[in-house]
């Protein structure tokens, strides 16, 4: 499927640059043409971070409801899946529910790097800090996936990420582990708001507590099932 896509692009490109070529009066039909193929797939990545920012882990669910009936091993994929969401969004109970309905197997092994990321934000959400900040460590010496340029340095980004929140919840950030934490909450909105509190850490121990106070500004109004609601009370506190 990506090859077909790669070379239906390869194609239109190709047969772009002659029209043009051959009559500039063609760039306004191509660029027509490009924008019209390009505008649904911007649309619906906009549509995806929308949801994603909203901090409700039941939209998110619902939008990778589709996903999570196709996906391969669904036994073990589908639970694996919420407990990522859950996690994420500092649902802590909700999530390790989801990793005991997973299945159990070779899936589950070769699911390491997702059990991984689960598994340290709620370390870190528990205050668990150095077994957060172990499992971090090993979930960056993974071995990258098999996969093309953009999706290696997404994982790598999130990797990086995941290591900078510990550190972060942990109170031993790092020099650049700011922008480690920028550049994951752009590779995924799922970490967006677990990124921002982290931040916010990290700003409130530099005694940057007006610029922690603008961090979590407009956050969602947590639930007390995620311990992003007690985060939120306790760094306003601290930012005072």
Do not use: C
Request: no cysteine.
């Amino acid at each position: 499927m990506r090859l077909l896509a790669f070379a239906s692009t390869v194609l239109f490109a190709v047969v772009a640059a002659r029209l043009i070529g051959e009559d500039r009066r063609y760039a306004l039909l191509v660029a027509v043409l490009a924008a019209s193929a390009a505008v649904p797939a911007w649309l619906a990545r906009r549509r995806t971070r929308r949801v994603l920012l909203s901090g409700d882990v039941g939209r998110v669910l619902g939008s990778w409801s589709g996903s999570m009936e196709r996906v391969a091993y669904p036994e073990t994929m589908a639970p694996l899946m919420a407990a990522t969401a859950y996690a994420a969004y500092g649902f802590m109970d909700a999530a390790r529910n989801a990793l005991e309905g997973a299945r159990k197997g070779p899936v589950w092994d070769a699911a390491i790097e997702q059990r991984l990321f689960v598994s340290t934000l709620l370390d870190v959400y528990e205050g668990a800090r150095d077994d957060a900040l172990t499992k971090a460590a090993e979930l960056e010496e993974l071995p990258l996936p098999d996969a093309g340029f953009w999706m290696r340095r997404k994982v790598e980004r999130l990797r990086s990420g995941v290591a900078a929140i510990a550190r972060a919840f942990a109170h031993q950030s790092r020099e650049g582990d700011l922008a480690l934490l920028e550049r994951a909450a752009k590779a995924s909105p799922l970490v967006h708001w677990a990124t921002r509190y982290a931040i916010a850490i990290i700003r409130v121990d530099a005694g940057d507590r007006e610029t922690a106070r603008d961090l979590i500004a407009e956050a969602p109004a947590w639930p007390e099932e995620s311990a992003f609601h007690a985060f939120h009370q306790e760094l306003l506190a601290a930012a005072s």
